[in-house]
């Protein structure tokens, strides 16, 4: 992330109306209105760290992985991060997902700015639903402007 890019932190565990109510508004109007707080930013980082298991978890990058290089692959979604999008065109946020890939088990995050996804995991963070098990897929067909759209398959738990 750059120093630039500024980030939206839905502390999804708690539901935040307010900050659901601005990621549905930006989905449906293309405009987003959050304010950014710091702090929040900050005590995200600094929790991530000091729930390492050890010190060279600590010191660790997590694996950043894009949703459109990812076609097939399962995940378990955990925690939903929003950032402002500047990408012309497209939406005006992009999440990154605290995730697991359920064919490694390796622990990153999953960034994606896929309208559908974007949707799904607004109702994900609106109905209190994380962790969530999804596969990755994408249409078959591209749209008029030649996307090819990437959509989530719901998968079944595990017993």
């Known amino acids: 992330m750059s120093?630039?890019?500024?980030?939206?932190?839905?502390?999804?565990t708690h539901g935040e109306q307010e900050e659901l109510a601005a990621f549905?508004?930006?989905?449906?109007t293309g405009e987003l209105e959050v304010d950014i707080d710091p702090a929040v930013v900050m005590r995200r980082i600094a929790e991530q760290i000091v729930e390492s298991p050890d010190l060279a978890a600590a010191f660790k990058e997590p694996p950043l992985w894009s949703a459109k290089d990812q076609?097939?692959?399962?995940y378990e979604l955990r925690r939903l991060n929003?950032?402002?999008?500047?990408f012309?065109?497209?939406?005006?946020?992009?999440a990154s997902v605290d995730?697991?890939?359920l064919t490694t088990g390796e622990v990153g995050v999953l960034n994606t700015s896929a309208v559908k996804h974007l949707a799904k995991l607004y109702v994900m963070?609106?109905?209190?639903?994380f962790p969530v098990r999804v596969r990755i897929t994408q249409s078959i067909r591209p749209t008029a402007g030649g996307f090819y759209p990437l959509d989530f398959e719901l998968l079944e738990e595990e017993k």
């Open 24 to 28: 549905k508004a930006a989905l449906l």
């Open 125 to 129: 963070a609106r109905d209190h639903a």
């Open 88 to 94: 012309e065109g497209g939406a005006p946020v992009f």
């Open 99 to 101: 995730a697991v890939d």
């Open 82 to 86: 929003l950032h402002a999008s500047s």
């Open 71 to 74: 076609t097939g692959t399962p």
């Open 3 to 12: 120093e630039t890019e500024e980030r939206v932190e839905l502390d999804t």
